[in-house]
Nanobody, 127 residues
Framework: VQLVESGGRLAQTGDSLRLSCRASGESLSDNAMAWFRQAPEAEREFVGIINWSGRQTDYSDSVKGRFTMTRDNAKNTMYLYLNSLKPEDTATYYC?????????????????????WGQGTQVTVAS
């Protein structure tokens, strides 16, 4: 399985962005997928998770109400909508996938719970 993120760019405070994560190699329609982010000199941080069907999501408190995850299993693609961007959202955003339909808490928050990772896409938010 290969995951490829796209959509990252330089944005202004308050802007909106859409990140995409496209999977290839095999279908991930039965797998939970997630977004993590990592700022310079910081640990990789959980952003959100979406279950196999797209009907169940969970987000970190830092993005809840501003970020939304969706998926299109027909396109083998997951999306992250980033609204009301803040400078502290600046990071490399990584998509990830696990082999199960969903992950319970607290496993879903740990990067080690995910088997597949993309290379990341950079989001920079200027103040």
């Amino acid at each position: 399985v290969q995951l490829v993120e796209s959509g990252g760019r330089l944005a202004q405070t308050g802007d909106s962005l859409r990140l995409s994560c496209r999977a290839s190699g095999e279908s991930l329609s039965d797998n939970a997928m997630a977004w993590f982010r990592q700022a310079p000199e910081a640990e990789r941080e959980f952003v959100g998770i979406i279950n196999w069907s797209g009907r169940q999501t969970d987000y970190s408190d830092s993005v809840k109400g501003r970020f939304t995850m969706t998926r299109d299993n027909a396109k083998n693609t997951m999306y992250l909508y980033l609204n009301s961007l803040k400078p502290e959202d600046t990071a490399t955003y990584y998509c990830a996938a696990t082999v199960t339909p969903y992950l319970s808490s607290p496993r879903r928050f740990a990067a080690a719970s995910y088997e597949y990772w993309g290379q990341g896409t950079q989001v920079t938010v200027a103040s």
